[in-house]
Each structure stands twice: as structure tokens, then as C-alpha cells.
T-cell receptor
Framework: KQEVTQIPAALSVPEGENLVLNCSFT??????LQWFRQDPGKGLTSLLL?????REQTSGRLNASLDKSSGRSTLYIAASQPGDSATYLC????????????FGQGTRLTINP | GAGVSQTPSNKVTEKGKYVELRCDPI?????LYWYRQSLGQGPEFLIY????????DSGLPNDRFFAVRPEGSVSTLKIQRTERGDSAVYLC?????????????FGEGSRLTVL
């Protein structure tokens, strides 16, 4: 059974710092890995999608990497801003069955002005 | 509308009551997923529809939970004899072809509170 773990559960940093969020998964049989952002009381917004054949994806100040063989992904946020404060969720799309997403528990990020 | 719409946004009910949660996916999306998110946790898979049929209902916790999608568009998640442990945010997502494409769009969820 695929399990996804995110470390740390919560992170608080001053504005302007670069930071890294970590995600690990137990089964490398995945289609892709996604990082989502969730604001309080809101749904999920996809930030970056990495296909299983890819190593990384970049969007603006965000960079996500994928090492499928070791079951790890990182989300790098450069020059953090207060508006980046949110919960960040990592999810893998499993190959077996209904190709559903399996989520980690999320990292709650707070950027202090 | 342009996005996935879920109603009600908030539902408070008493233990033992019946509840229905509705999801209106993006027009033309054949794949529809229901997830449940408890406080401080990531979403947990409940059920997946491809068209009108439930392709995978392995995440439904017990027989009090049931979901339908009779015309391949709107879906309703039904919970009988609600329990306090059912309190959570129920998220719906739709996709044109399926989650494996990575194009999965989530609604804002229905927050269920069972007193």
C-alpha cells in the first residue's frame, strides 16, 4: 500500500528565506507526483506536476524535484513571501487500479513579515 | 460554472441523521473523485467514477457511505446514520481523462459537522 509522508508537519520562517519541503513515498510505481497548495477553508490548487520520467519542474519561485528510485521529492521555494503561507500537500498518482492520488498529510507553512 | 462546484459548503447535522453532499464537476469531465479530509490531515480517497460507474469504491469506510453519478455528470455522496467521526471536509475533484494525466481540479469542499 502506497504511503506518503511529509516533513516537517509545520514550518515557520522569516520573509525572504529560501526553504525546502520534503515528501517521501513508499512505492515507486507512480504515474506522477504533484505538489498542491491549500489555503484555509479552500480546495486544492495544483502547483507543480512531475511525470515519473522527469526529474524536476519549475514555476516561478517554485522548483520541485523527483527521485523516483529513492521515493523522494522536494519543493523548493525561493525568496519566500507572506502570501506563500498555506498548507502544501504532496500527492502521487498510483499505477494500480483507479490511478488515484495518494496524499501526504501536508506541511503548514507560515512566512513571517 | 468554470470550476468544480460543491454544495452545501457547510452542513451541521445531528448524530444518526442522513446527509447528502453534491458535486457538480467541470463540464465534459468524465472522471470524478471524492476525498475526505480530516483536520490537519491530507485528503483520503473515497471513490472514483469514470462516467456513470464507480470504477473504484475501495476507500468508502463502511456501508453507511454511498455515492452515485446517474447521468455521468453531477455526483451525490450519501451518508446514512451519521456518526461524530464522519465530521470532515469532503472534497470532490474532476478530470477530463483521469488523475494519471495530472489534470485534476478540486472543489472547495463541503464541511460536515456531526454533533
Amino acid at each position: 500500500k502506497q504511503e506518503v509522508t511529509q516533513i516537517p508537519a509545520a514550518l515557520s520562517v522569516p520573509e525572504g528565506e529560501n526553504l525546502v519541503l520534503n515528501c517521501s513515498f513508499t512505492d515507486s510505481a507512480i504515474y506522477n507526483l504533484q505538489w498542491f497548495r491549500q489555503d484555509p477553508g479552500k480546495g486544492l490548487t495544483s502547483l507543480l506536476l512531475i511525470q515519473s520520467s522527469q526529474r524536476e519542474q519549475t514555476s516561478g519561485r517554485l522548483n520541485a524535484s523527483l527521485d523516483k528510485s529513492s521515493g523522494r521529492s522536494t519543493l523548493y521555494i525561493a525568496a519566500s513571501q507572506p502570501g506563500d503561507s498555506a498548507t502544501y500537500l504532496c500527492a502521487v498518482t498510483i499505477i494500480q487500479g483507479a490511478q488515484k492520488l495518494v496524499f501526504g498529510q501536508g506541511t503548514r507553512l507560515t512566512i513571517n513579515p | 460554472g468554470a470550476g468544480v462546484s460543491q454544495t452545501p459548503s457547510n452542513k451541521v447535522t445531528e448524530k444518526g441523521k442522513y446527509v447528502e453532499l453534491r458535486c457538480d464537476p467541470i463540464s465534459g469531465h468524465t472522471a470524478l473523485y471524492w476525498y475526505r479530509q480530516s483536520l490537519g490531515q491530507g485528503p483520503e480517497f473515497l471513490i472514483y467514477f469514470q462516467g456513470t460507474g464507480a470504477a473504484d469504491d475501495s476507500g468508502l469506510p463502511n456501508d453507511r457511505f454511498f455515492a452515485v453519478r446517474p447521468e455521468g455528470s453531477v455526483s451525490t455522496l450519501k451518508i446514512q446514520r451519521t456518526e461524530r467521526g464522519d465530521s470532515a471536509v469532503y472534497l470532490c475533484a474532476s478530470s477530463l481523462r483521469g488523475a494519471w494525466t495530472g489534470e485534476l481540479f478540486f472543489g472547495e469542499g463541503s464541511r460536515l459537522t456531526v454533533l
